[in-house]
């Protein structure tokens, strides 16, 4: 009976009766005789094991039968729910597709995954009709994702939404100071702060109806079901990257600018584009881009690595691109009229850091986090050598000639006003100057009424700069050839830097201290000037007992020939300041109209009316002519008796 295993085939089709049939053979020929041949026994307990294998084998096929009959109907009608689809271009998400309908369809892709789930787990079989219908379900899964993909499109795009205005001001503080060579300043700047809360509004914004995320996270749930995770996150991205791309370029105007761009950019373009660039970024990181994360968490919240991943794609391009701007920026030279803007950069990057860490804290960010650390650094550096810059500009500026008229210098105009600029970045002045040694006029004090901030690293930076401005003024008042004229500039140009801090937050950096001294210092100059011009007029007008009477003619007639010079030359000198000029046409009448009335009444008798050129109503009315920068010197005949 050797060989008889073999020779036993397994028949799929064998009826139960006949295993049966066989298994009494056995039993039989084991009951007929205890004492049969070892080999005969050995070969009859396998063929009693070869029968047991049949009849499994037969059951499994039988229930195999049944199963892929089950599979089969299943699947004809998944597919005929799904490719019924096909010729519908209707989304399945439209209000005339009911709840119904789309779970329907849902459904039928579950009921297709499911077939080829079951065919996976089934032996490998060689029947066409079992390759048929799971190549069929592959084929129909793959169109089902075709179409759930450019639903997902669809709805992405039609159901964008737009960030409201009050998200997108970038306006500007003010009008811009320019800076030149010779410091030719604009006038007088009025700032105006802005207020970030107001511009940023709430840090949350809707970015796609609400309404229509339960759809997209059921599109989802099918894909990344399906095995599409991949197809799924791709189509994500292309969509949200595009409207990121989108918000940046139409919404919000921000150009893509090469490097190359950057360094050739002329600086009134440049300027306008960092400006831009600040708010830019800042409502683009705490706005934007903090939305847009929510969002992604919230659509593939059962998905978590890809949600991390979708939104750094989603991400990446626009804010490499504006960290490419800030880098390429801070390769150009540093002119002191970047300070500013420099300033703004650092300041908001730095503010960001925070935040951009929460935004991208996984592995697939670490690079754009990276990336904004070094941005900030980097900006840190050209801000300081910037400040340094400005401070040396200041210090070093030389004139040829003697400023026209004695008013305020360019120079001071222009570093006063970039002062005021300052303090809107006080945290970030005092922690990028903490470390740099300065020379400071105002020892530290302690007191209750001595302000912290007026001996913080800015304030002692703040008040050099102005010391260094003072010497830069001193050195132009010594081109002046008429002396009085000196003392006039430089009145005008201390009383200047008093005003602008007094009327600022700069008083809280200079103290009240510096502003003492400085009006003490203007004082003086009006002092210096009043002895410059008119010690020598009045002198003419004091009695001497051996003057006769002629002589007293004659010191009438030398003074006013002396007044008509000084009347000439100082009508073409400029106080701006009205109130200054007040103060110092008050304090000249005093003098001089004081001093003529005297000389006039003790010498009255001796003089006589004809000899008189000038009354003391004249003196008074002339002296108000003074500082009035005319281009030309005003006839003393035209303005006499006005």
């Not at 991943?309 to 002119?335: H, N, P, W, Y």
């Not at 303090?423 to 005092?430: H, S």
């Amino acid at each position: 009976m050797a060989g008889l295993e073999s020779k036993l085939p397994v028949v799929p089709g064998v009826k139960n009766h006949v295993l049966e049939a066989c298994h009494h053979v056995v039993k039989a020929l084991r009951a007929s005789d205890n004492n049969l041949d070892p080999n005969l026994t050995k070969l009859l307990s396998d063929l009693e094991s070869h029968l047991s294998t049949l009849e499994i084998v037969d059951t499994k096929v039988v229930v195999e039968d049944t199963g892929f009959s089950e599979i089969k109907k299943k699947f004809k009608e998944a597919k005929k729910v799904i490719l019924g689809w096909e010729q519908n271009q209707s989304m399945i998400l439209e209000a005339g597709v009911s709840k119904a309908k789309a779970d329907l369809f849902f459904q039928a892709l579950h009921d297709v995954q499911r077939v080829l789930t079951s065919f996976k787990a089934l032996p490998i079989r060689t029947n066409k009709k079992e390759k048929d219908v799971y190549n069929q379900a592959a084929v129909v899964l793959d169109i089902a994702m075709f179409r759930l993909e450019k639903e997902l499109c669809d709805v992405l795009n039609q159901y964008k939404q737009h960030v409201q205005p009050q998200y997108l001001s970038v306006s500007s503080r003010g009008k811009d100071i320019v800076y030149d060579e010779s410091f030719v300043s604009l006038d007088d700047v009025v700032v105006e702060a802005t207020d970030d809360q107001q511009i940023l509004g709430s840090n949350n914004v809707v970015l796609l109806d609400p309404l229509v995320i339960p759809h997209i996270k059921a599109i989802a749930k099918a894909m990344f079901a399906c095995d599409y995770g991949q197809a799924f996150c791709e189509a994500f991205i292309t969509v949200r990257r595009d409207a990121l791309d989108e918000y940046m370029s139409t919404t919000l105007e921000m150009e893509r600018f090469s490097c190359v761009d950057v360094l050739g950019m002329q600086w009134e373009d440049l300027n306008g584009e960092m400006r831009k660039w600040t708010k830019v970024l800042k409502i683009v990181t705490l706005v934007y881009l903090a939305s847009e994360k929510q969002l992604c968490d919230k659509i593939l919240v059962d998905f978590e690595p890809s949600s991390a991943a979708c939104f750094v794609e989603i991400s990446k391009d626009t804010v490499l691109s504006l960290l490419a701007f800030g880098e390429a920026v801070s390769l150009r030279s540093c002119q002191p009229e970047m300070l500013e803007r420099f300033l703004g950069m650092y300041e908001v990057s730095a503010e960001l850091l925070l935040d951009v860490d929460n935004l991208f804290g996984d592995e697939t960010g670490s690079f754009l986090r990276m990336a904004f650390h070094e941005l900030a650094k980097t900006l840190a550096d050209r801000t300081v050598a910037t400040f340094s810059t400005f401070k040396n500009a200041i210090a070093s500026d030389e004139s040829t000639r003697a400023f026209s008229g004695g008013g305020i210098h360019h120079l001071t105009r222009y570093v006063m006003n970039y002062l005021k600029l300052l303090p809107e970045y006080k945290d970030a002045l005092n922690t990028l100057l903490g470390n740099m040694q300065v020379d400071d006029s105002i020892p530290e004090k302690t007191g209750q009424d001595i302000l912290p901030s007026t001996f913080s690293p800015m304030a002692r930076h703040l008040r050099s700069i102005v010391t260094a401005l003072e010497s830069t003024l001193e050195r132009k008042a010594q081109l002046y050839a008429e002396e009085p004229l000196k003392y006039i500039f430089l009145m005008n140009n201390c009383h200047y830097m008093v005003q602008k801090v007094k009327t600022s937050e700069l008083r809280h950096f200079f103290g009240d201290e510096w502003i003492r001294k400085h009006i003490a210092s203007y004082q003086h100059n009006v002092t210096d000037y009043e002895r410059a011009t008119w010690s020598s007029v009045l002198s003419l007008l004091k009695d001497n007992s051996k003057d006769s009477v002629s002589t007293s003619r004659d010191r009438c007639r030398l003074f006013c020939l002396a007044f008509d010079d000084v009347y000439k030359n100082q009508t073409r000198w400029s106080v701006p300041d009205p109130e200054l000029r007040d103060d110092l046409h008050i304090s000249t009448s005093v003098k001089v109209v004081q001093s003529y009335r005297g000389f006039l009444g003790r010498n009255a008798a001796g003089i006589g009316g004809k000899h008189v050129r000038y009354t003391c109503e004249d003196i008074e009315s002339l002296l108000l002519d003074l500082f009035e920068c005319l281009p030309s010197p005003r006839s003393l005949r035209s303005s006499r008796r006005r």
